[in-house]
């Protein structure tokens, strides 16, 4: 099988660990994906554990998978109790960070404003995101899912245009109504979400970003459907959620092999 998207356009599989694990875990887990084979001309791998065991991840995986956080702070350092701003971040040695997750939006009521402002601290920085885009339940039944991804894409790219490093910026597109709506899917509907984004960004920004950006499928992804996705044209990788932390997700990040035969 030929390669169905240009070579630098890695791969990136991605680890949402949420608020999951405890240390044996965490040493257990690592140790376990420290044995992850990937040819690294095509992929890239990368986790996001809690921020009380980055460092321990970055310890011992450091050597193959990129290490971010789920989330920063809209602030910068100061009286605000709880956050973890981007300097904290970047000071630890982390590059990478989450904006936007569907479940930042649905529990604490995150909105484009909020993530605007999480894209411009990381921005600021020097921190590489990964930008999680998705439609609601009433846009889905109403049919304006492609109109919502549009109104997100335009606010919170306002924040991004004067960036040069669009290939360390991954947008990954999470279908929310797929679970609130217990209504799977389909590989289709996927793959036309993921070239819409793409032909949203060629559209605004040009043909040479809206082919160098990676965009990735942050929806339900196993080992039951990976093979089939990754293949697909504009599906440029993962973020995965539960099975990140199974056995199950090398199987994941085995899938990259067929994207690209080498």
């Known amino acids: 099988m030929s390669s169905q998207l240009p070579i630098n356009r890695k791969i990136f599989i991605a680890g949402n660990w949420k608020s999951n694990g405890d240390r044996a875990f965490v040493y257990k887990h690592c140790m376990f994906l420290s044995g992850a084979k990937i040819n690294k001309n095509t992929t ?42 981007a300097k904290q971040i970047k000071d630890l040695g982390i590059d990478w960070t989450i904006i936007g997750h569907s479940e930042r939006r649905k529990y604490f009521n995150e909105n484009e404003t909020v993530i605007g402002k999480k894209i411009e601290k990381a921005l600021e920085n020097k921190l590489n995101i990964i930008l999680c885009i998705g439609d609601n339940k009433e846009a889905k039944e109403n049919n304006k899912s492609y109109e919502i991804i549009k109104m997100q894409l335009d606010t919170c790219f306002k924040n991004i245009k004067n960036n040069n490093n669009w290939e360390n910026i991954i947008i990954a597109y999470e279908p929310i109504w797929e679970n609130e709506m217990n209504t799977p899917i389909k590989k289709e509907q996927i793959e036309e979400m993921h070239l819409f984004i793409r032909n ?31 293949v697909s044209k504009d599906i440029d990788g993962f973020l995965v959620g539960d099975p990140s932390i199974q056995s199950s997700f090398n199987n994941i990040i085995e899938s990259a092999k067929l994207k690209y035969k080498v």
């Open 44 to 85: 890239e791998l990368c986790i996001a554990p809690s921020n009380i065991y980055i460092l321990t991840c970055k310890k011992f995986l450091s050597h193959l998978f990129h290490i971010s956080s789920q989330n920063i702070s809209e602030f910068d350092n100061g009286p605000y109790t709880g956050e973890v701003s």
């Open 200 to 230: 949203e960004i060629i559209k605004n920004y040009g043909d040479e970003i809206g082919n160098k950006i990676r965009i990735i499928f942050g929806g339900n992804v196993d080992e039951n459907n990976c093979n089939e996705l990754i």
